[in-house]
């Protein structure tokens, strides 16, 4: 079946076998800074439970170019993106990658081991690519990552080498999970103090309301316990 994919508006409009169904886009959260914990981060907690937002290989289409927008420098590996086949294979694939990258942060935040059939997992993507030099504007040479598989290396190589410069080149204390329990979304901590804790104020706020709620419960159940203050008896 022929489909084919347009975003514009915040809709996505696809088409398949002639008929045009358009329904509103995902709010794909990017708040980490960086492209590979953001696509760690299609994975959320939404009333208590986890959320797939990668349900279906045209999810990952979707967050795809909204990730392009946010990170420019993601088409800095030269591939032909039309090969790219948004295929349940390439979704597996795609889970895949985000779960050993998953792993390798959860790994550095928690002071853990590094897990080695997670390093195999993102290594294999990384192999994907190679480095190139191509000739820029006048006589300038630059370097270039090219991918050997355009057809998921286009997508996948990009985040693998976000996160190769993640774990190799960044200051691994600035890598936090956000400190709201009902929470799991990591994030890039660029203050100049070193000291963000949450990884949106959206959700700073949500994790103070609910700790004064419980601050607020216990002490009412405190005070039950205690029974009613009685006052002194008149002599």
């Excluded at 000739?135 to 290396?153: K, L």
Aim: proline letters at 4%; charged letters at 25%; hydrophobic letters at 40%.
């Amino acid at each position: 079946m022929a489909r084919e994919e347009s975003i514009a508006h915040g809709h996505r409009t696809t088409a398949l076998n002639g008929q045009t169904e358009t329904r509103p886009a995902k709010d794909y959260p990017f708040l980490s800074g960086m492209l590979a914990l953001d696509f760690v981060n299609t994975e959320v907690i939404v009333r208590g439970k986890r959320r797939e937002l990668f349900a279906t290989p045209e999810d990952v289409a979707d967050w795809w170019q909204q990730a392009l927008t946010h990170h420019p420098n993601a088409g800095q590996v030269k591939a032909d993106t039309d090969a790219i086949v948004w295929s349940a294979q390439l979704l597996e694939q795609i889970k895949r990658v985000r779960s050993a990258i998953r792993t390798l942060c959860t790994n550095l935040v928690e002071q853990q081991p590094v897990d080695g059939e997670a390093l195999t997992a993102l290594n294999t993507i990384l192999a994907m690519g190679y480095l190139s030099l191509e000739a820029a504007s006048g006589q300038e040479i630059v370097p270039m990552y090219r991918t050997r598989e355009d057809d998921q290396g286009a997508v996948l190589l990009p985040i693998a080498l976000s996160a190769f410069h993640l774990f190799t080149r960044a200051e691994k204390h600035r890598l936090h999970i956000c400190k709201n329990e009902r929470c799991i979304l990591f994030f890039y901590d660029t203050t100049k103090s070193a000291t963000r804790q949450w990884c949106s104020l959206e959700c700073m706020n949500r994790a103070r309301s609910l700790q004064h709620y419980r601050h607020v419960k216990e002490e009412r159940v405190f005070t039950s316990s205690e029974g009613p203050v009685l006052p002194f008896a008149p002599r």
